[in-house]
């Protein structure tokens, strides 16, 4: 009797047709890589036994780079040439990096100001996505190894890159290209709070709404995610993409640097060396305080002076407390988003290397009030989640298995007349989505349309974030308001955005993918949502004023052509008086008063009411002339 084989679960029928996918978390500290491996996802170790990466690269004198520990062991000594935390600065131009004073790198902002920033080093200029793609080919090389695709053993069909859930368009995008660049093939961008739900998810076979707090070296996000069935719904999204474990080991810095200047009246400011040594240092302080009382903080800095001092875990809570509190300002957002108490959480999941801080866990614990699961491993947990989508999206599960509802961040729209945001595809829509909108033209005539598409949620373009511009030309020329122009939005599984716009009468079409080169600054990520909760009434008024103008100039513009062409058909007293309604209000649409630019615009209807009557009964003699009752069919 032959014996039949049964695959095992999650895997191929036949084991050689497995196919090889990777999921990877590129992280601001540290990165890994994972796989899928006889149906159990597992992070694949270098060959020293190190499952993590330090995300530090260092270009050599002799041309090559080192990436990892063997770089990270180098930061103090040749800090402009070794690079940490490069995904800090993905998608950003040099001004969104307001405090540059601790970081020990020369940054070089491009005459262009749609590129990127870069950084100076011996081999030159190098920018964010360059040295990620340095870090990524790192990890692809390990999981090549591992996997035996270099010893002809199959194929490494793509990966499953993790990103920050808050990370804005053009972050995104950099993160795309800096895979390219290390020749992956990339099978989808996956928001890092919903790779940790994967992981927990079907490990734990949990389900119910579970909240993802995600502190990473770099970045801070919330995700609020129901789980029912395979399925993972983000219900909603929050966070800070400039929030970290940097900033604990910069409040460390700052505190020994203040030590040094009570022990030492002579102090000057550090140089590149000093200031990568003192913040490799904190590092080290910070992750000693997270089993111990004290850190000793001992080195020598290049001048010979001896810094030697001593943080109690006391004085780290006390010293960062503030930063611990500005990641529950995001958690409470997503809560209201959600609409959801905290009874109905089932569990919240910590994510992130900086989640092992004491004072972290027990303000999480402290809001929510239990106790947050940490049985799987903070650092690890995301890129366990992306091997499992990796595995899944290359066919290796069926597509039943997992479902993936991920949201946008962001409202998403573009500028109409006066200024105005009109949203096209809300914040906390489910992706991929896809919203269409017909809008039409403002002039007489016009034959193209300019269109700005904005990220945001204030009411005034001004107060949004512009992505991109792009123009529709070749509209047919006709009266104001009658061209009919359907603009679409599309956001894919990605995150990524593209726009078109089409005039539905011949079919003329433009369109753009929205590729901006450096992404929201610091504050504006901050302060986007909270200002436009703590802006709603003035954006109220705003954007009824900005309408009243709007609806003002278009019906003086009306009046006025009317006039020119048809002006006879009425007695000069009546023209005047309507001359004398336009020009009042002209000047009341420079005004601040909505309601007087209505009430304005209902004098002038009011004043043309027999105007548009004789214009009316002309335009009807005139189809009528030359014709009898008899012809015309009733």
Same mark, same amino acid.
């Given at each position: ?33 994972? +796989? ?33 520990? $063997? ?35 020369? /940054? ?9 920033? &870069? ?22 090389? !390990? ?18 890159? +993790? ?7 053009? &972050? ?38 579970? *909240? ?7 970045? /801070? ?167 499992? &989508? ?39 829509? +489910? ?33 949004? !974030? ?45 369109? *753009? ?10 504050? $504006? ?7 436009? /909760? ?25 009046? +006025? ?19 004398? $309604?336009?020009?009042?209000? &002209? ?48």
């Amino acid at each position: 009797m032959a014996l039949l084989q049964i695959s095992e679960p999650g895997q191929s029928a036949a084991p050689h047709q497995h196919k090889l996918a990777i999921g990877i978390d590129l992280g601001t500290t540290n990165s890994l890589v994972a +796989t899928v491996k006889s149906g159990m996802a597992t992070v694949l170790q270098d060959e020293h036994g190190h499952a993590l990466l330090p995300s530090v690269v260092r270009y050599m004198p002799d041309g090559s780079v080192v990436v990892g520990h $063997e770089a990270q062991a180098q930061q103090s000594h040749d800090p402009a040439n070794t690079i940490a935390s490069a995904k800090r600065f993905m998608g950003r131009s040099l001004k969104d990096i307001a405090d540059r004073a601790h970081i020990p790198y020369s /940054f070089v902002d491009s005459a262009d100001s749609s590129k990127l920033l &870069q950084l100076q080093t011996r081999a030159g200029l190098k920018t964010p996505v360059e040295i990620s793609a340095d870090i990524l080919k790192t990890l692809k090389a !390990r999981a090549e190894k591992s996997l035996g695709v270099d010893g002809g053993r199959g194929e490494l069909l793509g990966a499953v890159i +993790t990103v920050p859930a808050y990370f804005d368009d053009a &972050q995104r995008q950099a993160t795309k290209d800096a895979a390219r660049l290390a020749g992956l093939n990339v099978l989808r961008l996956l928001n890092e709070p919903t790779a940790a739900a994967v992981a927990y998810g079907l490990d734990n076979a949990a389900e119910g709404t579970f *909240v993802i707090y995600d502190l990473g070296g770099g970045t /801070f996000d919330v995700s609020i995610l129901k789980l029912t069935k395979g399925v993972f719904e983000v219900l909603a999204t929050n966070g800070d993409s400039a929030l970290g474990g940097d900033d604990f080991d910069h409040r460390i810095y700052c505190w020994i640097l203040d030590k040094i200047r009570e022990s030492n009246s002579d102090f000057t400011p550090l140089g590149e060396q000093d200031t990568r040594l003192l913040l490799t240092k904190a590092r080290q302080a910070k992750e000693w305080l997270t089993d111990n009382h004290e850190a000793q903080i001992v080195c020598r800095l290049s001048n010979g002076s001896l810094v030697d001092v001593t943080l109690s875990a006391t004085q780290f809570v006390e010293l960062t407390q503030q930063l611990v509190l500005k990641t529950l300002s995001p958690t409470r957002k997503a809560m209201r988003d959600a609409n959801l108490t905290l009874e109905e959480i089932k569990g919240v999941v910590l994510v992130g290397g900086a989640t092992r801080m004491p004072q972290v866990r027990q303000a999480v614990e402290d809001y929510f009030k239990q106790t947050p699961l940490t049985n799987l491993d903070p650092d690890k947990v995301v890129a366990l989640g992306a091997a499992i &989508q990796a595995n899944a999206l290359v066919g290796n599960r069926s597509d039943n298995d997992l479902l993936l509802l991920d949201v946008t961040p962001l409202s998403l729209g573009l500028e109409t007349m006066g200024g105005l945001v009109e949203k096209i595809i809300p914040r906390n829509s +489910t992706l991929p989505v896809a919203r269409a909108q017909d809008f039409t033209t403002y002039k007489n005539g016009q034959t193209a349309m300019s269109i700005q598409v904005v990220q945001g949620e204030r009411e005034l373009v001004a107060d949004c !974030r512009s992505l991109a511009r792009f123009e529709l030309r070749g509209i047919p020329a006709m009266a104001a308001g009658a061209a009919r122009i359907r603009v679409t939005f599309q956001v894919d599984a990605d995150g990524l955005l593209s726009v078109s716009a089409r005039e539905q009468t011949t079919s003329i079409e433009a369109h *753009v993918v929205v590729k901006p080169s450096y992404g929201l600054s610091e504050d $504006e990520i901050t302060q986007m949502l909270k200002s436009s /909760f703590g802006s709603a009434e003035a954006d109220k008024k705003a954007r009824m004023l900005a309408e009243a103008r709007v609806n003002a100039g278009a019906i003086i513009s009306a009046v +006025t052509i009317a006039l020119s062409h048809d002006g006879d058909l009425i007695t000069a007293e009546e023209k005047l008086a309507i001359e004398a $309604e336009i020009g009042a209000l &002209q000047t009341l649409s420079l005004s601040d008063d909505a309601v007087a630019i209505n009430k304005g615009v209902d004098k002038l209807n009011h004043a043309t009411e027999a105007f548009a009557a004789a214009r009316m009964n002309a335009s009807v003699s005139r189809a009528l002339s030359g014709k009898n009752l008899d012809s015309i069919n009733l």
